[in-house]
């Protein structure tokens, strides 16, 4: 019997767009690999915001999702989350505004997005990059660019 892979861990550090511009975008590649995805947040407020932004960020498309306290919650391909537990199954995890990893084990990509103008948001990505990669498992970083991102460690 094969182990599992051991989930990757990527760091994406936002200066050309906000949260609201880049994940959908990131929320939409997760879908088409036929991922599910969890995103995590610290505050409820965050998890109010993005509920109706996925629904709203584009005329043309919407992101099926819906908050983890919500009856069903659990069989939506997106779930938007301040808890720890991973009800969906979700394959993704999305840590934004410092969520905590907590254990990785269920995942297969860990995604950490950080606003490259707070310095608040900076000091934790680098301590959550420090304890990460004291785990052993497998990071990389992420810089924004034009119109796109480019790795760069």
């Known amino acids: 019997m094969t182990a599992a892979a051991p989930c990757e861990v ?6 050309r767009t ?5 994940l959908p975008e990131l929320l939409e590649k997760t879908l088409a690999r036929g991922w599910r995805a969890l995103v995590r ?10 509920d109706g932004w996925l629904w709203s960020y584009r005329d043309e498309s919407f992101l099926p999702h819906a908050p983890a306290d919500e009856p069903g919650a659990a069989r ?5 989350t ?3 537990d991973n009800p969906n199954q979700a394959d993704a995890l999305f840590l934004i505004d410092g969520a905590e990893p907590g254990t ?6 860990c995604v950490v997005l950080f606003d490259g103008g707070d310095d608040e ?9 420090t304890a990460v990669k004291g785990t052993g498992l497998p990071v ?14």
């Open 10 to 15: 990527w760091f994406y550090h936002l200066e």
């Open 76 to 80: 939506q391909p997106i779930l938007l």
């Open 140 to 153: 990389s970083y992420w810089r924004q660019k034009g119109r796109g991102w480019e790795k760069q460690a």
């Open 82 to 84: 301040t808890g720890q």
């Open 18 to 22: 906000g949260l609201d511009q880049a």
């Open 104 to 109: 990785l084990d269920a995942y297969t990509r």
């Open 121 to 129: 948001a900076l000091k934790t990505a680098r301590r959550q990059w």
């Open 41 to 50: 947040a610290q505050d409820k407020d965050r998890i109010e915001h993005l």
